[in-house]
């Protein structure tokens, strides 16, 4: 049985002829929540529509698998059919198809009509999508297009950019219920962040940071949006990098002392334990 969601090795990817990402390796395990940190223009949003196989995202080396299966020869739509939805930044307007044809296209879930109630929707629903829509309901109405899809991995970028914190909250809270609709089936998510507002809602499992094309360091998303809030993007790499091998030193000496204590007769007496 496949436990990765999305397993990425050696991923190189062009724009236009120029490279953007620049040779990462991620997994992500089923149910696992990974947040992706970085400054404008390191290539985040452009890793998130390769997955998505978009065009003009061109994969020049490695390869991309959803739950086991190489999206190289796929085409978006059949990307989407896999189980993957995403979030936009900046959604597309599209004028002559509503919010409602839309949604009725995609919709897998069960209760879609209280979403739109609790996202505060329904004025929207039978408008043309995005069209005419300021910042907060653009995100809104993104994070309802995923609920209708109800997707096993979540790509979301920067749900708070452009957003009141009254809409942060409300956006949060229904990612949340995605995540969650299932308890048995968890959902795993990839999300792209910036203020970190995301964190008050979210348990996050895993963060990047995310930097000229590369991801250059992983850990605890707490922690790395702390450090990032004191110090930075480059400045936290360096840091949280000396913490995690201060860390790693404290524990093997801790262990190399106890293996030679556990030699001491008195000790070996005291815990019944051979002496190696």
């Not at 296209?105 to 209760?111: E, K, V």
């Amino acid at each position: 049985m496949e436990t990765h969601i999305l397993d990425i090795a050696g991923l190189h990817v062009s724009v236009a002829d120029k490279e953007i990402i620049k040779g990462i390796d991620l997994t992500i395990k089923k149910g696992e929540v990974h947040l992706l940190f970085g400054p404008n223009g390191s290539g985040k949003s452009t890793l998130l529509s390769a997955i998505m196989q978009l065009p003009g995202y061109t994969v020049t080396a490695g390869n991309i698998r959803i739950d086991g299966t190489d999206t190289k020869s796929l085409t978006t739509d059949a990307v989407a059919n896999l189980g993957v939805g995403i979030s936009f930044q900046h959604p597309p307007k599209i004028p002559g198809i509503t919010l409602k044809r839309f949604l009725q296209a995609i919709n897998r879930s069960t209760d879609l009509a209280q979403e739109v109630i609790e996202l505060d929707l329904e004025a929207f629903i039978e408008r043309d999508i995005n069209v005419g829509f300021s910042g907060g309901e653009l995100k809104r109405a993104e994070i309802l297009k995923l609920y209708a899809q109800n997707p096993d991995l979540i790509l979301i970028d920067e749900p708070e950019s452009g957003v009141d914190i009254e809409n942060i909250a409300v956006i949060s809270k229904a990612i949340n219920k995605i995540l969650r609709i299932n308890t048995l089936n968890k959902k795993s998510a990839l999300i792209i962040t910036h203020t970190g507002h995301i964190l008050n809602a979210i348990e996050g499992d895993v963060g990047h940071i995310f930097i000229d094309g590369k991801i250059v360091y992983t850990g605890d998303p707490a922690t790395i949006m702390e450090s990032i809030k004191k110090r930075g993007y480059k400045e936290s790499v360096v840091f949280l990098q000396a913490e995690k091998e201060r860390e790693w030193d404290e524990k093997h000496w801790i262990q190399g002392l106890w293996k030679r204590l556990k030699t001491l007769p008195l000790v070996r007496q005291a815990t019944n334990q051979p002496p190696f």
